[in-house]
């Protein structure tokens, strides 16, 4: 997998470039949490999604109503969210 990357990486460097610069502030968060004596040995990232309310009317979100499938909402937010320690997130 990590021969694929690079190769996509080979094709397209902008995506190279986007992810490194994405990376460093993760890093340099992570670097102060464990200067500051966090225990990063129980480290988990979750992928997360925020979708519009649902009293949204939106067409996307109206299109979902009809389907009644509200993994076709809007979505607000994208991301990823990090835990560490005690409380990893599997309360979701």
Known sequence: MQVETLMLFRRDPRKKAVLEMALKPIEKLLQDMQDEGKDLTKLKFKKFQKTH????????CMEAKRKNNPHLRGILEDGIKIFVGEGSGDED
């Open 53 to 60: 309310f649902t009293t949204c009317s939106c067409q996307q």
